[in-house]
Structures are given as structure tokens and as C-alpha cells.
């Protein structure tokens, strides 16, 4: 079979090293990839929102399976794109058509659908310019911290968490009327703050059977402690040492289970991941949001830790036979670390040479921001490489990743020393 991932990232990085193991690929081809992806596959220059130049490359490469690995081209409908064009339409698309991306294109509507079918999150109210004021009352009925969400994609920067009244009001108003997020924030949610853990949850579904694959714990913040700006992430572990049995048990009844009985009920077609953002609040799971992609750098430990022919699952998926899938997963810990561009998430440099990769021995690399320059591997993103490492613990495996980082430089190079320190 040939294969297209769409993505520059880690994550697309890390589908690229698991699917490349499957018995059934022929040729990988990554659009656009990075340097990591191109020792892989073969890298194919374009941008991820231009489906005519998509559907070239799928025609041209005889794809067999397209796997969509950012948000951007699905809540803009690539799969129906797809499904519209008579060349197209036989090729199978992982990921959701746009209807039923709008669980991660729009706050609003993911959290009406989870009123809908009874899935607990946060109490909430949505505001746009038009009822500021019924949006600051609303503030004020809440206790801090405030909660603030643009509605619509933010690159994962458009949530805000105020502990000042007067500064949660500031803020609605300069994402309402200024646009602080673009027209992300033309709408916004806003929601009562939950106190708790968070951890994250993944699912394969093809819209009426699932798989759950292991579930991660990411770390957004740029500053050690959890403090700083947000970030894309800062690193992951898999699995949560704090999800034990009994409440996986409950967020698969409570969550996983409702959400593809509601997506059956409203007749919303889905094949692909669906990436639950969890908060444990007094040992219960509450939902604080919907991704339609695995999460980045969550799958940089997922992933790993799945020892099932990947390509194969997703085949699975696509022709509805997951029900008679069994997923096989590794019992070791798996950790990564971002190595970010100093300035990230602020303003950062490009094209920093990246030396000592090819002495790292004991841990995977998945390059994100990354690519090739003069015959040299130079940084080109704020994110720039993701150090993965197995463990029978998930100090072992991080150890591991630490390890392996010193080994690795660029200049203004940067990580979180302190992964796991919640746990």
C-alpha cells in the first residue's frame, strides 16, 4: 500500500516510524514533513490546506490511504473533499468529515454535544460582541479562576485562566471586540474552572465500534512548576500513573462510551481519532475538550507504546472491523521531551544546526520543527524535536530522554527539566 500523512510535526513524524514498520506499506510519502520524516518516507512540498495540490500528489503517488494528522485541513473538509471528487473518493481518509470536525472547530458546539448526551464538563455560557454585558454577568456569577475559550481554532493558544475578575472582563472584551485570537475569537466560552488533574484519552473509531489506545499526560507550559505561557507542549508520559483501572472504567462509561452512542444518535459520520481532554476532579473524569487528531506531543508516547501492526488498525477502522481488532500494547512506561527554539512560544530563530543526533542510542527522536539546509538537520519551528524514551518507570524512561538530550545541541537550545513532577 502506498501511504500519505498530512503534517509537518512530531506527531506526523512519529505516524511516519510506526506506519513505516507495517508488513503491508509499499511506499510513505509525508506532506510536507520535516527532515526527521524524510529519512522515513519521501517528503512531498505543499501546504496542508491546498487539497487540489493534495489530490495531485494522492492521484500521482496511487495513494491507498491518506492519514490526516493536524485539525486545519479537516475542520476545512478535506475527507469531503474526498468523498465529493469521482477520482478520489476510493481512496480512504483517517480523519473526520467537517461536520463532525466542528467538536474541535468549535467549543460551542462540543460542549452542546456533550450536554446533549449527558458527558460531564464544565458549566458554561457562550458570548459574542453582541451580549458582552450578559457575558460579563455571567463572569460574575463564577468564582475564580475565570475561564475564557475562543470558540473557534487557536493553534492551541486560545484558552485563558484569570484569577482577577476585573482581568477576565479585559480580556473577554479584547478577544470579543479586538480579536485578540482572530476570528477564533469571535465567539467565546465561557466556563466554570474545574480543579483537578488533567490526563488525556484516545480513541480510534470508525463511528460505531472503538479501540482505546494508552492514555498520555502532556505538560503546556513553557516554564518549569507549570508556569509561563502555554505552549503546543512541552512533553508527554504514558501512560497516567494516577488513571488506575477503576477510573478508566469510568471515563470509558462515562465519556468514551456516550460520546459514539451520541455521534450514532445525531447521525454525524466519523472515522478517526477522537483526543479527549480529561480533567480527574475528586477521582471523577470531567471532559474539558474534544481534538478530532491525536495530540501532539502526546503521540510521541502513544504511539510507541503500540506494538500492533498500526497500518493494519487503521485498515481496521476504515472498513468497519475494529470489533474483532485486539490492540497489542507495551507495559513500559514511555516519556518525551521537547526540545524547544529559545524565545518559544515568543518570538524564536531558524536555522540553528542541530548537532549530535546520530549519538543518540537509547531513546527515538521525532523531529517537529526541523529541516535540511546545505546537507545539515537546522531547526525551523518553535518545537523542535521530541526525545522519546521506554522505562519500566516513567523516571527510568525520562532519565533515558535527559540522557540522550545532553548528547543533542542548537544554539539557544530549550526543555522542561521537570516533567513528571505532579505525578
Not at 22 to 33: E, Q
Not at 149 to 154: E, F, M, Q, R
Not at 161 to 182: C, P, T
Request: net charge negative.
Amino acid at each position: 500500500m502506498n501511504v500519505l500523512i498530512l503534517g509537518s510535526g512530531g506527531r506526523e513524524c512519529a505516524f511516519a516510524w510506526k506506519i513505516a514498520q507495517s508488513k503491508h506499506l509499499s511506499k510513505l510519502f509525508i506532506a510536507p514533513g520535516n527532515a526527521g520524516t524524510a529519512e522515513i518516507g519521501e517528503n512531498i512540498e505543499m501546504n496542508v490546506n491546498d487539497f487540489d495540490a493534495i489530490k495531485t500528489a494522492a492521484l500521482n503517488h496511487r495513494i491507498d490511504l491518506v492519514v490526516v494528522g493536524p485539525e486545519d485541513p479537516l475542520v476545512r473538509g478535506i475527507h469531503d473533499f474526498f468523498l465529493a471528487d469521482d477520482t478520489l473518493r476510493h481512496i480512504p481518509v483517517i480523519g473526520p468529515q467537517k461536520f463532525a470536525a466542528q467538536l474541535e472547530g468549535s467549543k460551542e458546539f462540543a460542549k452542546e454535544f456533550m450536554a446533549k448526551h449527558d458527558i460531564p464538563t464544565a458549566k458554561y455560557q457562550s458570548f459574542t460582541i453582541d451580549n458582552i454585558d450578559q457575558g460579563y454577568a455571567f463572569l460574575e456569577s463564577l468564582k475564580a479562576p475565570y475561564v475564557l475559550k475562543a470558540d473557534g481554532l487557536a493553534g492551541g493558544k486560545g484558552v485563558l485562566i484569570l484569577n482577577d475578575l476585573a482581568e477576565a472582563k479585559q480580556e473577554l472584551k479584547e478577544m470579543l471586540g479586538h480579536q485578540k485570537f482572530g476570528t477564533a475569537s469571535a465567539k467565546v466560552v465561557i466556563e466554570e474552572f474545574l480543579d483537578g488533574i488533567e490526563l488525556s484519552s484516545f480513541v480510534l473509531t470508525n463511528g460505531e465500534d472503538y479501540v482505546v489506545l494508552p492514555n498520555a499526560k502532556d505538560y503546556k507550559r513553557i516554564g518549569e512548576g507549570d508556569t509561563g505561557l502555554n505552549t503546543g507542549g512541552m512533553g508527554a508520559i504514558s501512560p497516567v500513573p494516577f488513571a488506575d483501572d477503576t477510573f478508566l472504567k469510568k471515563v470509558e462509561n462515562r465519556v468514551i462510551k456516550p460520546t459514539i452512542e451520541g455521534l450514532k444518535k445525531d447521525k454525524i459520520p466519523y472515522v478517526g481519532f477522537i483526543f479527549i481532554g480529561l480533567i480527574k476532579v475528586n477521582n471523577e473524569p470531567y471532559v474539558i475538550e474534544y481534538n478530532v487528531r491525536m495530540g501532539d506531543p502526546e503521540t510521541e508516547v502513544v504511539l510507541p507504546r503500540i506494538k500492533s501492526d498500526f497500518l493494519e488498525l487503521l485498515l481496521a477502522t476504515y472498513f468497519k472491523k475494529l470489533h474483532q481488532y485486539k490492540l497489542d500494547i507495551d507495559d513500559r512506561y514511555a516519556t518525551t521531551v521537547m526540545l524547544v527554539a529559545g524565545g518559544y512560544p515568543e518570538a524564536y530563530a531558524k536555522g540553528n544546526e542541530i548537532k549530535g543526533l546520530d549519538k543518540v542510542e537509547d531513546s527515538v527522536l521525532f523531529h517537529a520543527g526541523t529541516t535540511v539546509k546545505n546537507n545539515k538537520v537546522v531547526t525551523n519551528g518553535g518545537r523542535v524535536l521530541a526525545v522519546t524514551s521506554y522505562g519500566e518507570g516513567f523516571r527510568l524512561a525520562l532519565e533515558k530522554s535527559y540522557n540522550s538530550i545532553e548528547k543533542i545541541h542548537f544554539d539557544q537550545m530549550n526543555f522542561r527539566r521537570d516533567l513528571g513532577f505532579d505525578l
